[in-house]
């Protein structure tokens, strides 16, 4: 579309373009400069003396040195893991005992005396509400002690900082210095973080941004990762060590995931987005003393309840779905056994098994269900009965004791934990994050090679642990 | 933004009695009066302020960039409704990238009836720079001069006052984060979009004469062809820049579209 009166005004904007020769730009910025540089001048009154101690710089010298800054990064990450770890068992306990071992028989007590239907029951209370009471009792307490603390840690100000000690490293492997701002992002929420990825010009490095957000662990992932490694990892050193090595394992999970977003975006930048990284201005924000109720308030409503309300959402009708292939029987075998039975092999030889990798797919909308997903299928499938029953006896039992329980009878290993840990980081992004990606790229190619490619880096990753494991320990 | 006790019958209609003036409406925007942009530099506190006007909670965070699509929410004050849109930050509207793009479109396209510039008082020069460039696009603007308690704290005294006679815009001293000044900062918005207070932005100097021509010329055309658009000069200094987004508004007609339409704000929900 052209108008003529358009066309005429740009025939004047190019004559006098040729006229004012081509320095336009710098004698704007320069007149701008100088005119908010006398108007602020005018209005600033700067104290008489500079303080002789600033705060901020002095934090700042220590957590962006050199030497200390990526100890610290780890040890801050460390320590609010293990605060989660440790505290989340106290909740997770509770609403474990209320939820599952005094309501759920509750619930088919009542069901029993109705005389309802014993598919509608199983529907609804071995289906919805199991699923839903397992996602709430399982994922609720991590994430609730855990996203106030990160909160408070990116209200602090410390994420520019991690932007600031990662930048140079991220431009060694070709990429954008601000994709660690993007990949900070993405720790909350994958789907956020391409989204953020706005913040980078140069498309080629936007792109290597999205393909490699899915390696941020997000906020789907990281209980999946403290119950797993609180169970089979925690418990291989006496209990008063527990916490710690848990916590150490899923820093170890989480910092794997951003070598492995270096190591993609370096490839990536030297084959099929080949170029040179951008320079770009980062400002180091002041500190500021984060408002604590606020954060607790935000976090907990905004972030737990969401993520809660999401997993919820695809908790209950994935619950009915688990029941259905559990139940309905085809040649005198529940469907899903065929399914758990197809996919086994392949799964064994990932370290994994095929309860878990039917999981995965049924969690491909929400990476927060693949626990519960994993724990109904071993109990509705494994043909696990007692699960909540006699709920006196189990009052002492945690939640973590249980469901480690429920896992171990499902057939886990330390192996399997391992290979759990490593495919959650290492798989496929969820519905909400390809999409977000096919909205943000507009190509199809590049959403299919987002995810799949850590879809088979997964696959390839877990192969080859699993098979060396099998050599080393047998 | 504490209501201290019912205000007396006498106070009620007083423009100082503000706290129970102010409905914050979420994102409920039925019908606005008037539609106001928040634009500033990255993490001066944007979206803490449109938080506070809209009892929303967009996500806040202690780092520049979070904001990076522009997000929408509204509130009432006096009998008047106000879409308040809260725009990512950019360090100036002459660059490119995505983030400030949507943020220059927003300005210059979906002409709010209120620009506030989120400016950080602590780092005064540099988000002036900024909101010199804001003021270049439109005359109604409105300086929240944030983050006044960082600044105590650092022992700087900035005069606002002395600012505003400046800058030819009111400028209202504020510490968001704990909700000081935010009654001022509405009133003085509902003065500027209801036009009783007349803004008299400074313009940029110092630009040479034989571009200071140019521009002018410049300026003539533009608003020979598109009568009726209200920045003519920053069109004019963007053209002469060689903006390839500003040519194509200019070769598809765009901007004469925009001329038409007089009732500002009645654009916003096209240009996305």
Redesign the interface.
């Given at each position: 579309?052209?108008?003529a009166?358009?066309?005429?005004?740009?025939a004047?904007?190019t004559a006098?373009?040729w006229?004012?020769g081509g320095n336009?730009?710098e004698?704007?910025?320069?007149?701008?400069?100088?005119?908010?540089?006398r108007?602020?001048?005018?209005?600033?009154?700067?104290?008489d003396r500079k303080?002789r101690f600033d705060l901020d710089r002095t934090i700042d010298r220590i957590v962006t040195s050199r030497v200390w800054g990526f100890p610290i990064m780890v040890v801050l990450l460390g320590m609010v893991i293990w605060i989660t770890v440790t505290l989340a068992n106290i909740p997770s306990a509770f609403l474990f005992t209320l939820l599952i071992d005094t309501i759920y028989p509750f619930l088919k007590q009542v069901a029993a005396n109705i005389g309802l239907a014993w598919w509608i029951e199983g529907i609804l209370i071995d289906g919805v509400y199991l699923a839903t009471a397992w996602v709430i009792s399982v994922m609720l307490p991590p994430m609730a002690i855990f996203f106030p603390l990160f909160?408070l840690l990116?209200?602090?100000?410390y994420?520019?900082r991690v932007?600031f000690n990662l930048d140079s490293t991220f431009k060694k492997a070709g990429a954008h210095g601000?994709q660690s701002?993007s990949m900070?992002m993405g720790f909350g929420c994958n789907a956020a973080g391409v989204?953020?990825t706005?913040?980078?010009?140069s498309p080629r490095e936007k792109l290597i941004a999205i393909i490699t957000n899915n390696f941020a662990l997000c906020n789907g992932r990281w209980p999946t990762q403290i119950i797993i490694a609180t169970i089979f990892i925690g418990a291989l050193v006496p209990g008063y060590m527990a916490g710690a090595a848990a916590a150490l394992a899923v820093v170890g999970v989480a910092v794997l995931g951003v070598l492995l977003t270096l190591l993609v975006s370096w490839v990536l930048s030297r084959s099929v987005l080949k170029g040179e990284a951008s320079t770009f201005s980062?400002?180091l924000?002041?500190?500021?003393p984060p408002?604590v109720m606020q954060t607790l308030y935000?976090s907990i409503?905004?972030r737990t309840l969401i993520v809660l309300w999401r997993a919820i959402v695809f908790a209950a009708p994935a619950g009915a779905v688990i029941w259905l292939i559990s139940n309905v029987t085809i040649g005198g075998a529940p469907i899903a056994e065929y399914m758990i039975n197809f996919l086994n092999p392949f799964g064994l030889l990932l370290g994994l098994n095929g309860v878990i990798l039917v999981a995965f797919i049924v969690a491909i909308p929400a990476n927060e269900i693949v626990i519960p997903t994993i724990l109904m299928l071993t109990v509705l499938v494994g043909g696990m009965t007692g699960v909540g029953e006699g709920a006196g006896v189990m009052f002492e039992l945690n939640s973590e004791a249980a469901t480690g329980a429920i896992l171990r009878a499902g057939g886990w290993t330390l192996l399997t934990a391992v290979s759990v840990m490593l495919f959650s980081l290492i798989h496929n992004p969820c519905s909400t994050t390809i999409y977000t990606t096919y909205k943000e790229t507009g190509s199809k190619r590049w959403t299919t090679i987002t995810a799949l490619l850590p879809l088979f880096m997964g696959f390839a990753i877990t192969f080859f642990v699993a098979q060396i494991w099998r050599l080393v320990v047998g | 933004m504490t209501a201290k006790g019912l205000p007396s019958s006498d106070c009620v209609d007083c423009p100082v009695h503000l706290a129970g003036n102010l409905l914050k409406l979420g994102v409920d925007m039925k019908d606005w009066d008037f539609v106001v942009a928040l634009a500033g530099n990255?993490?001066t506190g944007k979206s803490t302020v449109f938080n506070a006007l809209t009892g929303l909670?967009q996500?806040?965070?202690?780092?520049?960039?979070?904001t990076?699509?522009r997000a929408e929410g509204g509130y009432e004050f006096a009998d008047k409704r106000y879409k308040l849109v809260d725009l990512?930050g950019t360090y100036s509207l002459?660059s490119?990238?995505?983030?400030e793009e949507i943020a220059r479109d927003f300005l210059l396209f979906g002409r709010p009836d209120v620009t506030v510039v989120v400016v950080d008082a602590?780092r005064?020069?540099?988000n002036?720079?900024l909101?010199?460039?804001v003021m270049e696009i439109t005359d109604r603007v409105v300086i929240c001069l944030n983050l006044m308690d960082?600044a105590r704290r650092?022992?700087?005294?900035?005069?606002?006052r002395?600012?505003a006679r400046?800058?030819g815009v009111p400028v209202v001293p504020t510490s968001a984060?704990y909700g000081e000044g935010m009654d001022d900062l509405v009133h003085m918005i509902d003065e500027v979009a209801a036009g009783r207070f007349v803004c008299k932005p400074?313009r940029?100097?110092?630009?040479?004469r034989?571009?200071k021509k140019?521009v002018s010329?410049?300026a003539a055309?533009?608003e020979a062809?598109?009568p009726g658009l209200p920045n003519t000069r920053w069109v004019?200094?963007r053209?002469?820049?060689?903006d390839p987004q500003m040519?194509q508004a200019?070769?598809?007609?765009e901007?004469?579209e925009l001329a038409q339409q007089v009732g500002a704000g009645a654009l916003i929900g096209e240009v996305a």
């Open positions: 579309m052209t108008s009166a358009g066309t005429q005004v740009l004047t904007a006098l373009r006229k004012i336009l730009h004698q704007l910025v320069e007149a701008i400069y100088t005119d908010a540089a108007i602020a001048d005018r209005a600033v009154t700067r104290p303080p909160t990116e209200d602090f100000g994420l520019p932007a601000k701002l900070a989204i953020s706005r913040i980078i010009d980062l400002e924000p002041p500190y500021r408002r935000t409503i905004d | 990255p993490n909670r996500h806040t965070g202690n780092w520049p960039g979070k990076v699509a990512p002459l490119t990238t995505q983030d602590n005064l020069e540099r002036l720079n909101a010199l460039q960082e650092h022992g700087l005294e900035v005069d606002a002395r600012l400046d800058l984060r400074h940029i100097e110092y630009l040479s034989s571009l140019a010329k410049l055309e533009v062809q598109f004019a200094l053209l002469l820049d060689g040519r200019v070769r598809s007609g901007l004469g």
